[in-house]
Each structure stands twice: as structure tokens, then as C-alpha cells.
């Protein structure tokens, strides 16, 4: 049996429909869905159970010993949250008592880290799992500090000799966009923000920049493909003998430029970029630049190689934004 929490998120529900592919399972989803449409994620999907968080323990007890393995996705993702109490409670908190349960029960626990412990990238963007080099990195906002909170208390209590699961891995996810992120609203992908638009006669509208050092559309991101992602985790779910601290990107920083020509490109339209000015409440803790150091993953032994952005975007637009279904999900 496996548990994902966060299964029918953006990133969740990829996995899910990646391990049913497979035929891995039974698979349980650990989510809260709303009154929106973040259902139709998993609306596909045959589940062997659909909990709340608060129905999470009392199922893992009732089963442990039959859960290979539980993949943490489920957080409160959005960097503008500002409920710091809300934010740790949910990805530091619950966190924390499921690596303590899984080191308990001797189940592997493969967890979401984020990009955003990075901060504004001043300090690199080395996954190194050291304490005094987690120690060095200064997140920017709540989001990014209760995931870099954690990494640390996880890498004191393993410096400490603390009990571990048999095999753990964070992954620290960059700038991730592909199906299936519908229902996370202003914290969609850009690529999903700006389709509508192109395909109204709009023009792509960026950031301009208010450093000197960067061009207008200048700043740059690490996008990696979803499809990548999932592939990251199923191989670990292939090597029960890997565990760590791993950057997931692609090893190679574009400019939002870069994507929107990209994107006109896949709509097959001609390339309109427009800028408009940094909004206040990001001035001073905006990413100029994040790129993913992946050579812990490759010394790991994750050889695949990562889908180039124009190659990602091409296959984004052409099997799921131009082609909208109710119950879209990475193919």
C-alpha cells in the first residue's frame, strides 16, 4: 500500500496516476478538495481510500505494517500565505509526526522540500545536507522557511543519530509546471496563466525588472516538467537504498523570456511580450535567479535526462491546454 498526501494536488496527482500506471499499490490519497474542481484530478484514479488530514493517523495505525511507502506532498503551497501558525502547522507540524510514524514503522517516507529555502539565491543553490550549510540559507517567506525548517530538524535529528525511516528523501522542487495545477489559482505556472491569454490576442505580460543587472523578462527560473518530477520519484521508489537531500530541477536556469517565446511558439502565435511593473508586496523578495546544483542526484544514480523547457511547453500546450478535459492528467 502507498500513501500520498497532497495526492490530489498538482504534483500529487501526477504521482497517482503515475503508480496506478505501473500498477503499484494499492494506492491511498491523503487530501482536502473543496468545493472547486481539484477532484477531477483524481477522478480517473481507482483508490483504495480518500482521507482528510484528520483521518490520516488513525488509517496509518489501523494499517501499519501494510504501507510500503508514504510520499508527503500535501502542504500549504502558496508564497504569499501569511498565517505563519496555519503554515507551520501544516508543513512543519504534521511534517514531523509523519517522518516520526514512519521512522516508528519502518516505512519509507520520500517528502516535498521547495526551491524556496533558497531565498533570494545569495547563499547558492547546493543541496547540501549539512547543518551548518542549511543554516547558511535565509527563505523569504513563510512558505520557504517552514519547508527549511524542517530540512534542518531533519538533518539535526540524523546528526544526533535520531531514528530515520529505512529510506527518506526531500526533494527541493524548483519551478515545476505541467497538468493538472488548475485548482491552485494565482499560484498556477506562469505557462498556465499566460495560455488564455495568447490564445485571446493578448500579449505575454512580464515582470519588468528593477535590478540593473537584469533585463525586462531577464530574471530567471529552473522550470522542470511534472512528468520529470514524477520520474524522480518513482525511481526512488525503485532504489529503496537512496535517501538524502536532493535539488529537483533540471540543472539550467531560463529567462521568463525564454518561456513566453516557447509558449507563443507552441500556440503557433507570433512572439508579444509586454512589461509591466514588479507589485510592491514583492519588491525586495522576488527570485532574480534560482538554478538547481543536481549533482547529488546524478552521484545517487538518477540518470534520466530533463525535459527542455520548449520541449515541456510544446507538450503542455498540445496535450492538455489546447485540448482541455474534464479529468486531465499527465500521459
Not at 81 to 94: K, Q, Y
Not at 303 to 318: H, K, M, N
Request: hydrophobic share 40%; net charge negative.
Amino acid at each position: 500500500m502507498l500513501v500520498v498526501t497532497g495526492g490530489a494536488g498538482f504534483i500529487g496527482s501526477n504521482l497517482v496516476a503515475a503508480l496506478e500506471r505501473r500498477g503499484l499499490g494499492p494506492i491511498v490519497v491523503c487530501d482536502r478538495l473543496g468545493s472547486e474542481n481539484k477532484w477531477r484530478n483524481i477522478a480517473k484514479r481507482a483508490l483504495w481510500d480518500l482521507l482528510t488530514p484528520e483521518a490520516l493517523f488513525p488509517f496509518l495505525e489501523r494499517h501499519a505494517g501494510e504501507i510500503a511507502a508514504v510520499f508527503h506532498l500535501g502542504a500549504i503551497s502558496a508564497t504569499t500565505e501569511t498565517d505563519a501558525d496555519a503554515v507551520v502547522a501544516n508543513n512543519f507540524r504534521l511534517s514531523l509526526d509523519l517522518w516520526e510514524w514512519c521512522a516508528r514503522s519502518e516505512t519509507r517516507f520520500i517528502y516535498a522540500s521547495s526551491a524556496a529555502t533558497y531565498g533570494d539565491g545569495s547563499a547558492g543553490f547546493d543541496d547540501d545536507p549539512r547543518p551548518e550549510s542549511l543554516a547558511s540559507l535565509r527563505p523569504l517567506n513563510p512558505y520557504g522557511w517552514s519547508k527549511h525548517l524542517f530540512d534542518r530538524r531533519i538533518a539535526q535529528g540524523l546528526a544526533l543519530g535520531g531514528r530515520r525511516p529505512p529510506q527518506w528523501a526531500g526533494l527541493k522542487f524548483f519551478n515545476v509546471y505541467g497538468p493538472n495545477e488548475g485548482h491552485k489559482g494565482d499560484m498556477r505556472s506562469v505557462v498556465a496563466k499566460l495560455y488564455p491569454q495568447l490564445v485571446a490576442g493578448e500579449p505575454a505580460r512580464l515582470f519588468a525588472s528593477d535590478r540593473p543587472d537584469y533585463a525586462d523578462g531577464g530574471q530567471v527560473r529552473d522550470f522542470v516538467w511534472v512528468g520529470d518530477c514524477v520520474d524522480v520519484m518513482l525511481w526512488l521508489h525503485d532504489h529503496p537504498e537512496v535517501s538524502g537531500l536532493f535539488n529537483l530541477g533540471t540543472g539550467q536556469a531560463r529567462s521568463w523570456n525564454d518561456l513566453a517565446t516557447a509558449l507563443f511558439a507552441a500556440a503557433g502565435l507570433p512572439n508579444r511580450i509586454e512589461y509591466v511593473p514588479m507589485p510592491p508586496h514583492l519588491l525586495g523578495k522576488y527570485q532574480y535567479f534560482t538554478e538547481a546544483r543536481m549533482d547529488r542526484l546524478r552521484a545517487a544514480g538518477y540518470d534520466r535526462p530533463f525535459t527542455s523547457l520548449e520541449d515541456g511547453v510544446g507538450r503542455y500546450v498540445r496535450d492538455h491546454l489546447a485540448t482541455p478535459t474534464l479529468t486531465s492528467e499527465l500521459t
